[in-house]
C-alpha cells in the first residue's frame, strides 16, 4: 500500500510539474505574441532626450508591450520624409515638419501625440570666451545654424529679434551644412559661433575648441520644441500601440522628474558610451536645471499656437494648421493618469 501510494504521489507531482511547465511556456509564448514592433525614428541622438531613453534602458516600452527600434534620421525633414513613406511608425521631432506637411495637402498627415521637451536643446559655441556674453556679441559675425525652416534656425532667429538683431542684416547665418555636420564645418575654422545640442557642445568644449556661451533653451523660454507623431492612418488603426507608447514616455518622464541627474546619467549611459560619466551628469544637469522636460505629455493649444507664431514670424507659415486636427492629447491624458 506504501508502495503505491508513494508511486501514486511521484506520478502526481510529476504532472503537477509538467503542467506548470507547460502553463508557464504557454504564458511566456502569449507575451511574446503580444510584444509589438514599433520603429521610432529619432531627429537627433541627443541627452537632450533623456526621458526616451530612460524608458528603453529601464524597460518602460517593454512592460508596454513594444519591441522598439530606434533610428537617428538627422533632421526633422529626414525623419517625416521616413514616417510619410512607411518606414517609420512613429516620428520625433520638431512638430513644425507636421505643419509642413498637412498644409502641403496631405491627406494622411502626421498628428502629435505627446509632447516631450519645452525648451530648445541647442547651446550656443563660441570660438572665443567671454566674461559676460550678451547676444549683441555676435552682430557682425557667422553663425553656422540650421536648415531654413527648421526649429532650430527659426528659434535662434526668434531670439536674435527678441535681442533687438535683426538676423538678415545684423549677422551671418549659414544655412546650407548638413544638421549633423555642424560641429565639423566649425572645428575646421569655418564661423564664429555654432548651435549645438549635447554631447557635442560639451565635447567641442572639453577639446578646448570652443566655450559654451548661451542656452537656447533659456534664452528663447518655454516652446513646444519635441513631440512623437504617426500618420493619421496608423494612429487610427493602432490606437493600443500609441496608447502603450506614450504610457512608457510618460514614465520616462516621471523618472527624470524624480532622480537626480547623476541617477539620470547612470540610467542612460548605455546610450551614450563615447560619453564618460562625469560629462553625462554634467550635460544631464544642464537640461535639468533649466527645466527642459514637461511633467507630463500633454500638447497644450497655447504651446501650438506659439510655435505657429515662431513659424509666422520666420515666413515659413501661409495656411491655416488647425490645433484639433494636428495634435490630439486623449493618449497623453490617459498616459497622465497611470
Given at each position: 500500500?506504501?508502495?503505491?501510494?508513494?508511486?501514486?504521489?511521484?506520478?502526481?507531482?510529476?504532472?503537477?510539474?509538467?503542467?506548470?511547465?507547460?502553463?508557464?511556456?504557454?504564458?511566456?509564448?502569449?507575451?511574446?505574441?503580444?510584444?509589438?514592433?514599433?520603429?521610432?525614428?529619432?531627429?537627433?541622438?541627443?541627452?537632450?532626450?533623456?526621458?526616451?531613453?530612460?524608458?528603453?534602458?529601464?524597460?518602460?516600452?517593454?512592460?508596454?508591450?513594444?519591441?522598439?527600434?530606434?533610428?537617428?534620421?538627422?533632421?526633422?525633414?529626414?525623419?517625416?520624409?521616413?514616417?510619410?513613406?512607411?518606414?517609420?511608425?512613429?516620428?520625433?521631432?520638431?512638430?513644425?515638419?507636421?505643419?509642413?506637411?498637412?498644409?502641403?495637402?496631405s491627406a494622411d498627415y502626421a498628428v502629435n501625440f505627446a509632447q516631450l521637451t519645452q525648451r530648445a536643446g541647442n547651446f550656443l559655441v563660441s570660438r572665443q570666451s567671454y566674461n559676460n556674453f550678451t547676444w549683441n556679441d555676435v552682430k557682425g559675425k557667422t553663425i553656422l545654424g540650421g536648415r531654413a525652416g527648421g526649429m532650430p534656425q527659426m528659434l535662434l532667429e526668434y531670439i536674435l529679434k527678441?535681442?533687438?538683431?535683426?538676423?538678415?542684416?545684423?549677422?551671418?547665418?549659414?544655412?546650407?551644412?548638413?544638421?549633423?555636420?555642424?560641429?565639423?564645418?566649425?572645428?575646421?575654422?569655418?564661423?564664429?559661433?555654432?548651435?549645438?545640442?549635447?554631447?557635442?557642445?560639451?565635447?567641442?568644449?572639453?577639446?578646448?575648441?570652443?566655450?559654451?556661451?548661451?542656452?537656447?533653451?533659456?534664452?528663447?523660454?518655454?516652446?513646444?520644441?519635441?513631440?512623437?507623431?504617426?500618420?493619421?492612418?496608423?494612429?487610427?488603426?493602432?490606437?493600443?500601440?500609441?496608447?502603450?507608447?506614450?504610457?512608457?514616455?510618460?514614465?520616462?518622464?516621471?523618472?527624470?522628474?524624480?532622480?537626480?541627474?547623476?541617477?539620470?546619467?547612470?540610467?542612460?549611459?548605455?546610450?551614450?558610451?563615447?560619453?564618460?560619466?562625469?560629462?553625462?551628469?554634467?550635460?544631464?544637469?544642464?537640461?535639468?536645471?533649466?527645466?527642459?522636460?514637461?511633467?507630463?505629455?500633454?500638447?497644450?493649444?497655447?504651446?501650438?499656437?506659439?510655435?505657429?507664431?515662431?513659424?509666422?514670424?520666420?515666413?515659413?507659415?501661409?495656411?491655416?494648421?488647425?490645433?484639433?486636427?494636428?495634435?490630439?492629447?486623449?493618449?497623453?491624458?490617459?498616459?497622465?493618469?497611470?
Open positions: 500500500m506504501k508502495s503505491t501510494m508513494k508511486k501514486l504521489s511521484v506520478l502526481l507531482l510529476t504532472f503537477v510539474m509538467l503542467l506548470t511547465f507547460f502553463g508557464c511556456s504557454k504564458n511566456k509564448s502569449n507575451e511574446v505574441d503580444k510584444v509589438q514592433k514599433v520603429t521610432l525614428n529619432e531627429v537627433a541622438h541627443s541627452i537632450f532626450y533623456a526621458p526616451q531613453y530612460v524608458a528603453i534602458e529601464k524597460g518602460y516600452f517593454l512592460e508596454e508591450g513594444i519591441e522598439l527600434n530606434l533610428v537617428t534620421g538627422f533632421g526633422a525633414d529626414k525623419v517625416m520624409t521616413s514616417l510619410v513613406s512607411g518606414d517609420a511608425d512613429i516620428g520625433f521631432m520638431g512638430s513644425e515638419a507636421s505643419i509642413y506637411v498637412y498644409t502641403g495637402g527678441k535681442q533687438g538683431i535683426d538676423p538678415k542684416n545684423d549677422v551671418e547665418i549659414i544655412q546650407n551644412i548638413d544638421f549633423g555636420s555642424t560641429a565639423a564645418a566649425y572645428s575646421s575654422g569655418l564661423g564664429d559661433f555654432t548651435a549645438e545640442f549635447e554631447p557635442t557642445a560639451t565635447t567641442i568644449e572639453n577639446e578646448g575648441r570652443g566655450y559654451v556661451v548661451a542656452s537656447m533653451g533659456v534664452d528663447s523660454g518655454y516652446v513646444p520644441y519635441t513631440a512623437y507623431c504617426a500618420k493619421k492612418s496608423y494612429l487610427e488603426k493602432n490606437p493600443e500601440i500609441i496608447q502603450s507608447f506614450t504610457n512608457a514616455i510618460q514614465k520616462g518622464l516621471d523618472y527624470v522628474n524624480s532622480h537626480t541627474s547623476s541617477e539620470i546619467a547612470q540610467a542612460i549611459a548605455p546610450q551614450f558610451q563615447e560619453t564618460d560619466i562625469a560629462t553625462l551628469t554634467k550635460i544631464v544637469e544642464r537640461y535639468k536645471s533649466q527645466d527642459t522636460w514637461k511633467g507630463d505629455t500633454i500638447f497644450e493649444k497655447d504651446s501650438f499656437d506659439l510655435l505657429k507664431d515662431i513659424l509666422t514670424e520666420a515666413g515659413e507659415l501661409d495656411a491655416e494648421a488647425p490645433y484639433d486636427k494636428l495634435v490630439t492629447t486623449d493618449f497623453s491624458k490617459k498616459a497622465a493618469k497611470n
